[in-house]
């Protein structure tokens, strides 16, 4: 197999026509990678997708060939999957304003263009989710949000819509599903890309501890930071370490990692109904 990528999480071999799609320990914040594994991180990740992927089957296509078919070195952590051409932008739905996207209606009273109420604070359900794409920078680059004319500008205005509608699709599904779990969807991140056929498919990886917020619905409360079943565990801690968010980050202490592991594990038991 010959390496073509290596990102921040994921490793992109080819094998002939097929790529091989390896999801490492590796953790990012702040668009840096930590030099600290997450162990069975890479397993936990895989394997929630390709929960999400059987979930989501009927709503959208995704690039999965098979998750077995794949080297011995990388099996439980690795799914063989199709070539594709990948949308340049990341798309993104909030149900829940945090994050980025609550730095964003502070300072303009919307996101990615979409004008919200006033008065909403820190974790506000929105009155209905919303699309807020991204660019899609190199590593060590940080993402920019754009507008949905950005996105059309850029893809084409039918792409753009489907991208908003299926984007916003497979949020509301995937809300719905982790509701009935005890789990809210604060956002999450996607991909997507074209097949040679023409068709468009969910790509890289879906509804993860790694691409959305997961809070616990018991304890929700908006106003204030939420507990989460994610890395913001990981970006809280390195928020507070001193470390300016430029490489090289330092390195995370080992209570930070294991407390970081015991919720991305927590999180996949609460949603798949598997024990790890």
Known sequence: MEL??????????????????????????YDV??????????????????????????LVPNHVISATDVPAEFAGRAVRC??????????????????????????????????????????SILPAPIFTPTTKAPVGEHDEFMTFAEVAAKVGAETAERLRETTLAVYRRGAELAAE????????????????DGMLLLADEVLTSDSSRFWPAD???????????DKQYVRDWA????????????????????A?????????????GHTW
Do not use: N
């Open 4 to 29: 073509l990528h290596s990102g921040k999480v994921r490793d992109v071999y080819a094998d002939g026509d097929d790529l091989i799609l390896v999801a490492s320990d590796r953790i990012s914040v």
């Open 33 to 58: 990678v930590l030099p600290t594994p997450i162990p069975d991180k890479g397993r936990l990740l895989t394997a929630l997708s390709l929960w999400w992927f059987d979930q989501l089957a009927d």
């Open 82 to 123: 199709r070539r594709l051409e990948m949308v340049p932008v990341e798309c993104i739905a909030r149900g829940y304003l945090t994050g980025l996207g609550l730095r964003e209606y502070q300072r303009d009273g919307a996101v990615s263009g979409v004008e919200l109420p006033r008065g909403l604070v820190e974790a």
């Open 181 to 196: 779990r005890g789990i809210l969807v604060a956002d999450t991140k996607l991909e997507f890309g074209w097949a040679p």
């Open 219 to 229: 304890a929700y409360q908006p106003g204030r930071t939420q507990f989460s079943f």
């Open 239 to 258: 928020a507070g370490s001193g470390w300016d968010k430029t490489p090289p980050a330092p390195q995370v202490p080992a209570e930070v990692v294991e």
């Open 260 to 272: 970081t592991r015991s919720r991305y594990v927590e999180v996949y038991e609460r949603l798949t």
